[in-house]
Nanobody, 128 residues
C-alpha cells in the first residue's frame, strides 16, 4: 500500500522560505503522479504543483509559478516542495497526494479527486 507522510511546515514571515517533504513508500509501479495541494479555512482545496515520477514532468498553479519548485530525490522516495518568497495568502494546510500513472489515460493534475493516496498534511503559516 502507498503511504505518504508530510513534514517541514511551520511559521515564517512574508518573503521567507520553507521546504516541505513528502516521504513515500509502496511505489511499486512504473510511474506515479505526485501532487501538492493546500487548503485554507473557508477556501476550496487547490492544486499547487505536481510531478510525474517517470520522466519528471512538472506542473504549477499560476499563483505559485516562479516561487515554488517541486522535486524528488535520486532514490525517488521523497518529494519536496521548495517555497520561496512566501506570502500570507500561502497560509494553509499542505497535503501530499499520489496516484498511479496509467498508460493511455489522462488526468487533470490539479483536481484532487484524481488522487487515491493522501498524507496527513502539514501546517504552513505566513505572517506579515
Amino acid at each position: 500500500q502507498v503511504q505518504l507522510v508530510e513534514s517541514g511546515g511551520g511559521s515564517v514571515q512574508a518573503g521567507g522560505s520553507l521546504r516541505l517533504s513528502c516521504a513515500a513508500s509502496g511505489f511499486t509501479h512504473r510511474s506515479y503522479l505526485v501532487g501538492w495541494f493546500r487548503q485554507a479555512p473557508g477556501k476550496e482545496r487547490e492544486g499547487v504543483a505536481a510531478i510525474y515520477t517517470g520522466g519528471g514532468s512538472t506542473y504549477y498553479a499560476d499563483s505559485v509559478k516562479g516561487r515554488f519548485t517541486i522535486s524528488q530525490d535520486n532514490a525517488k522516495e521523497t518529494f519536496y516542495l521548495q517555497m520561496n518568497s512566501l506570502k500570507p495568502e500561502d497560509t494553509a494546510i499542505y497535503y501530499c497526494a499520489a496516484v498511479r500513472e496509467i498508460v493511455g489515460l489522462t488526468v487533470v493534475w490539479y483536481q484532487s479527486d484524481e488522487y487515491l493516496y493522501w498524507g496527513q498534511g502539514t501546517q504552513v503559516t505566513v505572517s506579515s
